[in-house]
């Protein structure tokens, strides 16, 4: 560079280095084409495929499948044998619950049968308004008929008369 008015050439050394815009490059920083390079030769490696064949004995390894199979196959058909008795027994249960519901039923009936027919005869006992011990006694009364007509029709009665006194 020259001085405009001496007009001499000055000294390299004088004059001062600017520096440049943005951060400045690390002294070991790749270009875009080495990293593209790089890239590259990653994508090659992982395209390379190896094929190891073993010499191995088929026979044998179908042999064992076999087994594997016949075993998975006997396990099968034990797990159905034991479903079906299962179902069976669920079958059984199933009858003997709709039996039962039947007798219940009928036992509910026979007892409603049985308190209309114990209330239909206090005509002649007291009745709840008459006195203060009166509905007590009403009730010793239906549960007295309740108790002998299931001894008349063949079942356990399930308390005795004296229980029933208040």
Do not use: C
Not at 47 to 64: C, F, G, H, W, Y
Not at 93 to 122: G, T
């Amino acid at each position: 560079m020259r001085y405009v008015t001496n007009n001499q050439a000055t000294k390299p050394d004088a004059e001062e280095v600017r520096r440049g815009r943005g951060r400045p490059r690390k002294p070991d920083a790749m270009t875009n084409a080495e990293r593209q390079a790089i890239y590259r030769q990653r994508k090659r490696a992982a395209l390379i495929n190896v094929t190891v064949s073993k010499n191995s004995n088929r026979a044998d390894e179908m042999q064992i499948l076999h087994d594997e199979l016949t075993a998975a196959r006997d396990a099968l058909v034990q797990l159905r044998l034991a479903q079906e008795a299962a179902l069976a027994s669920a079958e059984s249960h199933k009858r003997q619950a709709s039996v039962l519901r039947k007798q219940l039923a009928r036992a509910e009936a026979e007892l409603i049968d049985i308190s209309r027919w114990a209330f239909s005869n206090v005509s002649d006992r007291p009745t709840p308004d008459a006195g203060p011990g009166a509905a007590s006694s009403a009730a010793f009364w239906v549960q007295r008929s309740l108790i002998l007509s299931s001894r008349s029709a063949g079942h356990r009665p399930l308390r005795s008369f004296t229980s029933l006194r208040v």
